[in-house]
């Protein structure tokens, strides 16, 4: 079946250190989506990357279909950072249906 | 401002009650969809609408009920709730069905059933 893994679960790190996140999929898919997960809840996009690398701002995104893995490269983190950071794919096998990871659980110390 | 709404955003219900949890969007998607969130759970697709007409349905249960009464509204409609139904449920909109769109995320209901 359709399975997607994020690694690590958790990550603590020193302010300004780097970090990357993975996602691995066991398909072939369709499209993906990293969003960041506020300790409140809230869902914020972070890239829609269904191939290749985007930038954005410390942020950067590699989805490598073939290799079947996304990953996302946090560069200088900041506390504000924090939080739950989740990958979401689409496999084309209905109207968008999102499949999420359980997620990467980023902690920032100062 | 905003741009999708959920309301309320947070509830508190009885066993057996019946709620509704309103989402209304103002990005002119035309696709929008039902996620829910348990405790330390993946975020789970429920429904997706496109035009207002259910294209997906993911929840086995028939007491979710999504309703569309305008282009940019769907609520969900629960009835009989059971403790289980606890969750954080998130509403979310993209241009159209699809992919190839990206997905926004409204900031969610967290709804707890006693």
């Known amino acids: 079946g359709q399975q997607v893994q994020q690694s690590p679960a958790s990550l603590v790190l020193q302010e300004g250190e780097n970090a990357e996140l993975q996602c691995n999929f066991s398909?072939?898919?369709?499209?993906m989506q990293w969003f960041y997960q506020r300790p409140g809840g809230s869902l914020v996009s972070l890239f829609y990357n269904p191939s290749g690398t985007k930038h954005s701002g410390r942020l950067t995104s590699t989805t490598v279909i073939k290799e079947r893995r996304s990953s996302l490269h946090i560069s200088s983190s900041q506390t504000t950072d924090s939080g739950t950071y989740l990958c979401a794919l689409d496999w084309g096998t209905g109207y968008q249906n999102f499949y999420f990871g359980k997620g990467t659980s980023l902690t920032v110390i100062p | 401002d905003p741009k999708i709404i959920q309301k309320p955003k947070y509830l508190v219900a009885v066993t057996g009650s019946e709620k509704i949890l309103i989402c209304e969007q103002y990005l002119g998607h035309n696709a929008m969809y039902w996620y829910r969130q348990s405790a330390k759970k993946p975020l789970e697709f429920m429904f997706s609408?496109?035009?207002?007409?259910?294209?997906d349905n993911q929840t086995a249960s028939s007491r979710f009920q999504p309703q569309s009464s305008k282009k940019n509204h769907l609520d969900l409609q629960i009835t009989a709730l059971k403790p289980d139904d606890s969750a954080t449920y998130f509403c979310a909109s993209s241009q159209d069905l699809g992919g190839r769109y990206e997905q926004y995320f409204g900031p969610g209901t967290r709804l707890t059933v006693l």
């Open positions: 398909t072939s898919l369709n499209s």
């Open positions: 609408y496109s035009y207002q007409k259910l294209m």
